[in-house]
T-cell receptor, first 108, second 113 residues
């Protein structure tokens, strides 16, 4: 059965303190890994799609990387407005399977 | 920028009542989805819809649930007889390609009392 595990569950960072979020996955043939941002009470907001090991995508302070077993979301010099829950999901047949997310808090 | 919209934003209903949640997907998208998120839990897949029929559904999506695309723009989720455990945030999503990024709406918070 396909599974997605994210760590840590929660992360507190000082503004400017870079870090990485982890997403480990078990799938029978990866057909896409997705990163989303979710603010409280809102819908997931699409960030990145990765399809093959070695692929990297960047957007502002965020960079997503992919290996055969896991993906990392690197956040460089975060700001308070980066505070949110970051969700990882894998594509399976005709649906996304989500992890439980990492709740990121960035303090000024 | 095109976006997925959902109505209502919050629906309160009594146990046993029928509810219809509405979504307007992005106009040129072809694949449509419903997910739900119980408070504090992960986002869970309910159903996918393509070419006017269900393509996949989860165990959660039992006979009490149904989906419909009544016209060229709306996509609805109906729960025939709501239960307390149906209380959750319901998200609609759409995508142009099956493997492509899915764009989510803001959600409908369903509260069953």
């Amino acid at each position: 059965e396909d599974q997605v595990t994210q760590s840590p569950e929660a992360l507190r960072l000082q503004e400017g303190e870079s870090s990485s979020l982890n997403c480990s996955y078990t799938v029978s043939g990866l057909r896409g890994l997705f990163w989303y941002r979710q603010d409280p009470g809102k819908g997931p907001e699409f960030l990145f799609t990765l399809y093959s090991a070695g692929e990297e995508k960047e957007k502002e302070r965020l960079k997503a990387t992919l290996t055969k077993k896991e993906s990392f979301l690197h956040i460089t010099a975060p700001k308070p407005e980066d505070s949110a829950t970051y969700l990882c999901a894998v594509y399976n047949t005709d649906k996304l399977i989500f992890g439980t997310g990492t709740r990121l808090q960035v303090f000024p | 920028e095109p976006e997925v919209t959902q109505t209502p934003s919050h629906q309160v209903t009594q146990m046993g009542q029928e509810v219809i949640l509405r979504c307007v997907p992005i106009s040129n998208h072809l694949y449509f989805y419903w997910y739900r998120q119980i408070l504090g839990q992960k986002v869970e897949f309910l159903v996918s819809f393509y070419n006017n029929e269900i393509s996949e559904k989860s165990e959660i999506f039992d006979d009490q649930f149904s989906v419909e695309r009544p016209d060229g723009s709306n996509f609805t989720l109906k729960i025939r007889s709501t239960k307390l455990e149906d209380s959750a945030m319901y998200f609609c999503a759409s995508t142009l390609q099956g493997r492509g990024e899915q764009y989510f709406g803001p959600g409908t918070r369903l509260t069953v009392t």
